[in-house]
């Protein structure tokens, strides 16, 4: 059951335990994580439209809701909200009277990583679930593998992996719920631009300064060739007098 959402997304709704499907009786804990107060869990279910948590159905505490038994109408989409416009992400539960569940993410994963959905079976005999048992998984009403030992790895997850998923255990002929797994686009940082080393630094100041000497001489060239009779004379004759001086340095001695 999803919905579109006119609001802010300033919180984030956490379910523990972290799986979108649940049996009948379990206790189900959802969260509020935001760095305000005042934040209230609503729900969507097939019974009530944007139902705050209140007491009959979950006990609410301050940006909290804990289902203490939870019933097969429970099921529907959960979200956090508060006063002034904000919200979270949507989850989507369902609870069920049927003994065999699948655990898959509650949240959306992110394209490329690992994920682990285990087929998982627990009925009024058993003190624990267990998953020890030959499973047949499928996504969109199509098998999609067979598993000894009731577990499944994606290793690596794309795009194309998004959908409905369900498992079946043969051989007590019972079939899951199907849980929707989304899968979000990886975000891939911009490269910083490569930086220089200290040493590369000095070298273009050494060449930029070489670069003003040579332009600033053929200046001077250029100078004296259009002035030649003024400008290149009076070089002429300074370079004389440097002469001069340095042989009457040289007698003086």
Request: with cysteine; proline share 5%; aromatic share 10%.
């Amino acid at each position: 059951m999803e919905f579109a959402q006119l609001c802010l997304i300033l919180s984030s709704l956490t379910v523990s335990p972290e799986r979108s499907q649940f049996r009948h009786y379990e206790t189900i804990i959802l969260s509020c994580a935001a760095n305000s107060t005042g934040w209230m869990v609503r729900r969507n279910t097939s019974y009530h439209f944007s139902q705050k948590c209140q007491f009959g159905w979950g006990v609410p505490k301050e940006s909290s809701c804990k289902i203490d038994t939870a019933y097969p109408s429970d099921s529907g989409a959960y979200w956090c909200e508060n006063n002034h416009g904000g919200c979270s992400n949507v989850v989507n539960l369902t609870v069920t009277a049927s003994p065999l569940i699948l655990e898959s993410p509650v949240h959306p994963v992110t394209e490329g990583d690992s994920v682990t959905l285990r087929c998982s079976y627990k009925d009024e005999r058993l003190i624990s679930s267990t998953s020890n048992f030959s499973t047949n998984f499928y996504k969109d009403g199509q098998l999609i593998g067979e598993e000894k030992e009731g577990r499944m790895v994606i290793t690596i997850i794309s795009m194309s992996a998004e959908g409905f998923y369900s498992c079946e255990d043969p051989s007590r002929g019972k079939t899951s719920e199907k849980s929707w797994v989304g899968v979000r686009a990886r975000v891939i940082p911009p490269e910083d631009p490569p930086t220089d080393p200290p040493h590369f630094l000095w070298i273009r100041i050494a060449a930029g300064a070489l670069i003003f000497i040579l332009y600033a001489v053929i200046l001077l060239l250029c100078l004296c060739s259009i002035r030649r009779s003024s400008c290149c004379q009076k070089v002429r004759n300074r370079e004389e007098e440097i002469v001069k001086m340095t042989f009457f340095l040289l007698d003086s001695s």
